[in-house]
C-alpha cells in the first residue's frame, strides 16, 4: 500500500521567515493535497496537485509536485502566526479512491 | 449548516462500551470515509465507502465497524470501546469524480 512520509515532523521557526514542508510517497503520485489543521480542530483544504512539475499558491503559500521524486514540498514565504498548526499531505494511487494521509508535520511560529 | 456533520463532537466512555459516531453530508457525494487521528500519526483509514452497498476496510479497522444507511449517511462502531481507540474521528466525503475530500469537524473520542 502506498505510505506517504513528511518531514520534518515538527518545526520551530521565527515570525517572518520561509520555511518548506515535504511529503514523500513510496508510489508514483497521482494526485497530491495539502491540508492545514489548528491544533485538536477540523481540516482546512488548501490545494491538489494533479500533474508532475504544477505548481500552486494561495496567499503566502506554495506547493510543488515533483512526480518523478514522488514528492511535494509545501514552502511558507514570510511565515506569520497564523501559520502554525499542523500540516497534513494525503494522495490517492491512480484509479483508486482510497486516500491516505502521511503523519503531519507541526508547526510552531514564534514572534 | 456544515456540508459534513458529525455526531456527537465529543464523548468520553467507558471500557467495554458499545459506541457510534455518525456522519451525515449534503454533498451528494457517493465516497464516504471514515479516519483517526492519534498524535505524531496524521490521519489513518479506518473504512471507506464508495456507495450504500461498497464498504471497504482501511488501514486499522480492526475493532470497529461501519453502516451505510443512505448515500447521506456514514456510522463508525466500536462495539466494545478500549483505550486505545481514545482519538480523534473524523469523517470525510467526495465525489466520485475526484477533487478535494470535505471532512466534518471531527469527534474526539475518550475511552476510560
Known amino acids: 500500500s502506498q505510505e506517504l512520509e513528511q518531514s520534518p515532523q515538527s518545526l520551530i521557526v521565527q515570525e517572518g521567515k520561509n520555511l518548506t514542508i515535504n511529503c514523500t510517497s513510496s508510489?508514483?503520485?497521482?494526485?497530491l493535497y495539502w491540508y492545514k489543521q489548528k491544533y485538536g480542530e477540523g481540516l482546512i483544504f488548501l490545494m491538489m496537485l494533479q500533474k508532475g512539475g504544477e505548481e500552486k499558491s494561495h496567499e503566502k503559500i506554495t506547493a510543488k509536485l515533483d512526480e518523478k521524486k514522488q514528492q511535494s514540498s509545501l514552502h511558507i514565504t514570510a511565515s506569520q502566526p497564523s501559520h502554525a498548526g499542523i500540516y497534513l499531505c494525503g494522495a490517492g494511487s491512480q484509479g483508486a479512491q482510497k486516500l491516505v494521509f502521511g503523519q503531519g508535520t507541526r508547526l510552531t511560529i514564534n514572534p | 449548516d456544515a456540508d459534513v456533520t458529525q455526531t456527537p463532537r465529543n464523548r468520553i466512555t467507558k471500557t467495554g462500551k458499545r459506541i457510534m459516531l455518525e456522519c451525515s453530508q449534503t454533498?451528494?457525494?457517493?465516497?464516504m470515509y471514515w479516519y483517526r487521528q492519534d498524535p505524531g500519526l496524521g490521519l489513518r483509514l479506518i473504512y471507506y465507502s464508495f456507495d450504500v452497498k461498497d464498504i471497504n476496510k482501511g488501514e486499522i479497522s480492526d475493532g470497529y465497524s461501519v453502516s451505510r444507511q443512505a448515500q447521506a449517511k456514514f456510522s463508525l462502531s466500536l462495539e466494545s470501546a478500549i483505550p486505545n481507540q481514545t482519538a480523534l474521528y473524523f469523517c470525510a466525503t467526495r465525489s466520485f469524480r475526484g477533487g478535494e475530500l470535505f471532512f466534518g469537524e471531527g469527534s474526539r473520542l475518550t475511552v476510560l
Open positions: 508510489k508514483t503520485l497521482y494526485g
Open positions: 454533498k451528494g457525494h457517493d465516497r
